[in-house]
T-cell receptor, first 113, second 113 residues
Framework: EAGVAQSPRYKIIEKRQSVAFWCNPI?????LYWYQQILGQGPKLLIQ????????DSQLPKDRFSAERLKGVDSTLKIQPAKLEDSAVYLC???????????FGNGTRLTVT | AQSVTQLGSHVSVSEGALVLLRCNYS??????LFWYVQYPNQGLQLLLK??????LVKGINGFEAEFKKSETSFHLTKPSAHMSDAAEYFC???????????FGDGTTVTVRA
């Protein structure tokens, strides 16, 4: 089966600019997650979707981050405006349903200068 | 809230030597525990998981981990390191079955020829 697809792989922007990341989960996977992985740290959950509804966004900095999963398939994560501390790898993961193992994409590495 | 602590951010082993990566957890309820591996510029891959069945869990690539409730530990071992084991390893915990993962900060393994 095809894995979780993410794009772009790399992105460099200046602070205060906007950026968007895209994720295409494994076909049929109802649950989708976005994680932020800062260098030297483990991934931190930003948001969890079940189909096109948000299950948990308690760790999402909502003043600058937003995410959507229209039609319950693809998802986009947006940062506006970006700060230096947003430099990280953004990982998307999906699972068949909540309570099933996660499958991770290769991530998008964001550098904010 | 559950969390994990990985002892040692870097481990260096000789090829053929034992690999031992330490993970301690804190959880108010019996947890699910996981080990993931991340190769450079890739997403996370599940090595093994503990879900309250057998305390000794065998995973892929010759790795295994033992759940010790008395020590609140879930250390990862491999009897004989291979060059291909060079990667970053993450311990993670979730509540019983929601797979909402909290990760440790990771341990980078280097293998010396």
């Amino acid at each position: 089966e095809a894995g979780v697809a993410q794009s772009p792989r790399y992105k460099i922007i200046e602070k205060r600019q906007s950026v968007a990341f895209w994720c295409n989960p494994i076909s049929g996977h109802a649950t989708l997650y976005w994680y932020q992985q800062i260098l030297g740290q483990g991934p931190k959950l930003l948001i969890q979707f079940q189909n096109n509804g948000v299950v948990d966004d308690s760790q999402l900095p909502k003043d600058r981050f937003s995410a959507e999963r229209l039609k319950g398939v693809d998802s986009t994560l947006k940062i506006q405006p970006a700060k230096l501390e947003d430099s990280a790898v953004y990982l998307c993961a999906s699972s068949l349903e909540s309570g099933r193992p996660l499958h991770f994409g290769n991530g998008t590495r964001l550098t904010v200068t | 809230a559950q969390s994990v602590t990985q002892l040692g951010s870097h481990v260096s082993v000789s090829e053929g030597a034992l690999v031992l990566l330490r993970c301690n957890y804190s959880s108010s309820v019996p947890p699910y525990l996981f080990w993931y591996v991340q190769y450079p510029n890739q997403g996370l891959q599940l090595l093994l998981k503990y879900t309250s069945a057998a305390t000794l869990v065998k995973g892929i690539n010759g790795f295994e981990a033992e759940f010790k409730k008395s020590e609140t530990s879930f250390h990862l071992t491999k009897p004989s390191a291979h060059m291909s084991d060079a990667a970053e390893y993450f311990c993670a915990v979730s509540k019983t079955n929601d797979y909402k993962l909290s990760f440790g900060d990771g341990t980078t393994v280097t293998v010396r020829a």
